[in-house]
C-alpha cells in the first residue's frame, strides 16, 4: 500500500495554482488537508500524474463573519472550524466533532471535504443546510456555486478540473433560529449511514423558514423540501413535526451499501428528520 | 521525482533528499530511523503513525514527507525527557494501559495533545478523543484510566 | 518456595520500550543490502492461472527478481497442516477428514481472493508494487463456492476436485440417548443461530525478514508469529536444513489473537529468496493483504434444538453445525471438535447429539482465533436457553440456575473425550457461584426493575447472560531453559512467544520466586528457537499452564544446583541453605549469607582448584499437562436500544471468572478487557463480507469495524480463583477467555431489551440495520 508514482507542485499563490491546474487538468489531484486522497494514493485507486499540493498558498486561510455569512478559506482545516464553532455556532459544532476523528479533523479542510462531495458526509450536507456557496477559481474566471448546484452524484461536483475551491460560506443560523443534527454511524467518526441538519426560524410561534437537509440518503446531500414545506407557517407540534419527517422521508431514494438497506435509511431518516426538527423547534425562539 | 526536505523532528534538524510519493510515516522510520512510529493500516483509521505536527496529532501514513518541509514534528521517540518518563507514559506504566504496544505511541501522542487542550477530562471525553486510534488488545478500559490520572496528576 | 511475586500486581517489566518507541517489531528490523517483496494476489475467488507474463515487470526500475511458483519449483512444499485427530479421539469418532496441500505460490489454481501468484523482490517496497501492476495473468475464472450450505451439497462447484466433495470434515457425535429425550420432553425448541466470520485483525499485521548466510549455510528469519518452532519446522523441510541452521526470531509482536499461529505462505517465501538472490528480504504485510492473506475465522451455523421439562431442566440438545473453513482445511478437526466439546459448557446436560459439516469455501482460510470454536458453540447454546427462558417464561438467571452444573458435582465427566483426546473432565470452578457473582456485581433485581420503569418512558434497557467453561492449555508441551551468568542473573528461554500478554513480567515472576532472586535479575526470551531447541507457541490459552510450569520445574532445578554449591562453599548441609533475595545462607544463620555471585564463582574451577566443582547453574524442562485444564466465566452485559435506530449502546459489562491461581491480577484484568472488546466487535460491529463472487467486500478498515473507545463500556471483573489441581502452579489459561462469551451475553441482552416486541436476534452482528429490520417484522 504505498503510493504510485506521480509529480508533486507546491504553489505559492492562487494564480500560480490555476496556472497549474489549467495546464495539467485531469491529470493533477489538488492536495489540501489529503484525508481522503492520500488514502486513495495509498491503495493506488488514485493515479494522478500530477499532484497539486494547495497547502503552502497564501491567503487561503480567512474564517471571518460577517452578517452572520461565515466565510471559510479553503485551507482553514476542519479542527480550526470545530474550535471556532464551540462557541459561535453550536450547529456546526454538533457536526463537525463527528467528522472522523481529531487527528483527521486537524489536517482536513472544510473546502476538501466539501468538494470531495461524499454524500454520507457531514460538511457538504452542512453547506446545503446552510444555504452555502462555494467559491472557485480558474484561470478563466472566478464564479459562485450554490450548494444546490454543487453536488451532482457521489464524489463529483459541478467543479471543473482546472478549478480550485478558495472559499466556502455558510448561513448561520441568526440569533432566535434553533437548529437540530442527527446522524447515526456504525462507529463514532465514521460516515453515517444517515443524518439531519436542520434549522427552524420561527414568527410567531410558526415557521418562518426552516432549512433541513438529509445525507447518506441518496447520491449527494439533499434539502428535505417536502419536510421544510410541512413545517412553513404552521406551528412545530410533535404531530406536525412527525408528519414533516414522514414527508421528507417518503421523499429520498437512498440505496444499499454493505452497512445498510435503502428501506433502513428511509426508515431511519424519518427518525432522525422528527428528532432533528424536534430539537431545532425547541431551540428556536418562538 | 525526489526532493530535499527539511524539517525538525523533536528538535533536531534534519534534511534529507526523497521520493516525493514517500509518506511521512514513511520517512520517519526509514530515513531518520525513528522506528516508534508504527504503520498499523496506511489509510487512515488506526492512528498507530499519528505524531504530532506543530504539537497537534496527525497521522503520518496521510501526509507525504515533502509536506512536511518546515514543521516541527513530534513523535514518540521525543515524549520523554531523557531517562525520564513523561507523565502519560508514567501513567500508562503504572496503570496497565498497554499490552502489545503497537497503538500505543500513536496514543501517547494523541493524549499529550488532548490533555494540553482539555486539561480536565471527563471519561465520555478521554473516550471521544481516543476515538481515532485503534487498540485491539486493552478494551481502552486501562487506557481511560491512565489517562485521567495522568490528567488528575497535573492538578 | 516462597510467593513473593506470584499473586502481586507487579508492574510489567516489558513496558518502558513500547512507551519509548523503542520496541522492536519485524518492520523495525533492518540489516545491510535489504531487499523489499511485495506479491500479485488472485483477484479470482477461483480461477485457472492460464499464463503468467513478467518481463514487463522485471524491466521496471529497481526490480531485482520476480518469481513464479515455476521459478522456484524445487522449493515448493506444502504448506504445513495441523488438526489430525489424536489417538483418544480417533478411537471415540469416525473423522471424515480430507485435507489438500497448499503450495506457497499457485501452481495453477487460485482458490481464494488474496491468494499468492507471484512475488517480486526490488530494492524498496513502493518500487516492489510498481512491478506488481506491470506482471500480466491470463485467469480462467471458475464458479466461485461462497455459501456454506450450499457448498455442502451435491453438485455445488469443487474446489479440491480430487476430494469430490466440499466437505473436509464430517463426523457425528452423541452422548446419552438424544432421541428419548426429545420423545419424553415436555417442551422442545429449534433455532438456527449465524456467527459471521470475523477475525483477530491484530493492529501489526504479519510480517517476515529473512537473511541467508553463506558462510555457515545458515538462514535466520524474523517472523511476527505466535509459533516460532512451527515456523522453523516448516523452514527445515523447504529449505532441506536441519532445524539448527534455521534460527526463527519471533519479535516484539503487535498481537497476535491466534491469526499468527497458522502456517503461511509468505513464512517460506521470504526465506527462499533470501537464499535463492543472497540478500536479505522483508516483508510487511499490508492492510490490505492482511484482510485477505491472514486467517478468517468464526463463521458457523448451528440449526440446534433443546429439550426441556417444563420447569426449564433441560434434557437434551441437538445441534447441527455447519462451519466455513475457507478455501483449504488448514487445521483438520480443531474448530468444529472445539465446538462440540464446548456447547454444554456450564450445564448439567447428558444428551447431546451433533452432526457436522466442516465446508470449504472461495474464501481466506479459516484458522483459530482467540476462543476458536467456542464462541460460536456458546452462542448457539446461551441464545436457545434464553429462547426456551422466554418459552417458558421464566427469567434467563433462574434457568441457568437450574440447569448449570453444581460445584459439588465436580470432577464432571462427560463421558466423551476433549479434542486432545483425553477424557472432557471438568477440573475445577464453581459456575453457580460465577453466575451469582456477576448478577449481584451489576445489580441484577434492581436492572429488572429499572427495566419496568423504562419501558414505560420508551426506553429499551435489556440485561443479557452467558457462560462459559473452557478447556485451556491444550499441551502436549512447552519448554524452558534457565542459565545463570556469573552475576547470579538470570534468563529464562521458552518457546512462548509474547504478543502483549505480558510473559516477560509473568514468568519472571514464577522463576524469580523459584530461584529465591530479586525480580529485576531476571530476563524473558520468548520465541528465538536459538535459544530453546524445542517449543510449540503461544495459542489456546496455553503459555501460563505449559511455559509457567516449565520455568517452574527448570527454576527448581537450578535452585537445587545452587543450594548444592551453597552447601559446599557455606560447609553446610544442603539441606540446612535458603535461598532469598538473591543471596544463599545456613538457616538461622543471618551473617553467614552471601551473594549468588559468590556461590556461582566460587563453582568455577581454576587452577587452584581444578576439577573440584562445575559452574553449572542451568537447567531445561519441558513440563507435561495430562490435558487440559478448565476456566470459565459468567458475563453479563447491559444494554440499551434505540427503536428508532437500532443502535445498540452497551452500558455496562460484567466478567465473573475463574482462570485458577492469578500471577498477576492487573495483567489477568487486562486480558479479560482485551477479550471482551473482539467479543463486543463480533456482537455488533465486525464481519468479513463477501459477494456472491467470492470477493471480500469489507477490504479496508473503513468497512471492517473494529470498535473504537467510543463503542466499548467500563469492563468490571470479578475475580474467582479455584486452583487447577492440574499443574504444579494451580494455574489456567486465560488469553481467550473474554472473547468467547459477548456475542451470546449482549445478543442475549437485546432480545430482552426488545422483549415486548418479540425480537429473536439470530445473527451477529447485531448491526442497527439487522436490527431494525427484526423489528419491523414484528411490528403490526
Redesign the interface.
Known sequence: MKPPPFEYVDPRTVAETLERLATHGDDAKILAGGQSLLPMLNLRLARPAVIVDVNRVAGLDGLTTENGRLRVGALVRQRALERWAASHAPLLAAALRLVGHIAIRNRGTVAGSIAHADPASELPALLLCLDGVVVAESRRGRREIAAHALFEGPLVTALAADELITETRFELPHAGEGWGFHEVARRHGDFALVGVAAVIAREGGRVGRARVSVFGAGPTPLRAEAAERALLGREPTPTQVAEAAAAGAAALAPVADLHASADYRRRVARTLLGRALTDAAARSRP | MNRTVRLRVNGERHERLVEVRKTLADFLREDLALTGTHVGCEHGVCGACTVLLHGEPVRSCLLLAVQAEDTEITTIEGLADGEQLHPLQQAFWDHHGLQCGFCTPGILLTAKAFLEECPHPTDDEIREALSGNLCRCTGYHFIVEAIRAAAEGRR | MGARYFGAAV??R????????????V??VTLPGLLHAAFLRSPHAHARVAAIRTEAAAAMPGVVRIFTFSDLERWMKPLPLFGAPPPGLAAAIRFDLRQAPQYPLCRDRARHVGEIVAMVVADS??RA??AV?RIEVDWEPLPPVVEVRAASEAGAPLLHPEWATNVAVAFTHAIGDTAAAFARAEVTLEETFTIQRYV??????RGVVAAWDRRDGSVTTWNSTQVSHFVQQGLATVLELPPHKIRVVAP????G?GTKASGYAEDALIPIAARVLGRPVKW?E???EHMVGAAHARDQVHAIALAARRDGTILAVRDRIWLDLGAYNVWGIVLPYNTVAHLIGPYRIRDLHVDVKAVVTSKTPNAPYRGAGRPEAVFAMDRAVDCLARRLGMDPADIRRRNYIRPDELPYDFGMPYRDGNPLVYDSGDFPAALEAALSAVDYDERRREQGRLRAEGVHRGIGISGYVEGTAIGPFEGATIKLDLSGRVSVATGAVN????HETTFAQIAADALGVPLDWVTVVGGDTAAVPFGVGTFASRSAVTAGNSIADAASEVRSKLVRAAAALLEASPADIEIADGRAAVRGVPDSAVPLARVIQAAIPTFARPGVAAPDFEATAYHHVPTVTYASAVHVAHVEVDV????VKLLRYVVAHDCGKVINP??V??QV??????G?GGAL?EEM?YDESGQL??G????Y????????P??ETVHLEFPSPRNPLGVKGLGEGGAISPPAAIANAIDDALAPFGVCVTATPA???RL??LL?ARQP
Do not use: N
Open positions: 508492574k510489567r516489558e513496558d518502558p520500550r513500547f512507551l519509548r518507541g523503542e520496541g522492536r517489531f518492520d523495525d517496497r513502493y508494487e510498481d501492476e483477530g485483525m491484530p493492529l501489526e499485521g516484539d509482536l503487535g498481537g489473537f510487511i499490508d492492510r490490505r504478543s502483549g500478554q505480558g428508532g435506530t437500532g443502535l492487573t495483567i484484568e487486562g478487557h482485551g477479550g471482551v472488546a473482539q463486543v460491529y463480507v467486500l469489507t479496508t478498515l473503513m468497512d469495524l473494529v470498535p473504537t473507545a467510543m463503542e466499548l467500563p469492563i448491526s442497527p440495520a431494525l429490520a419491523d
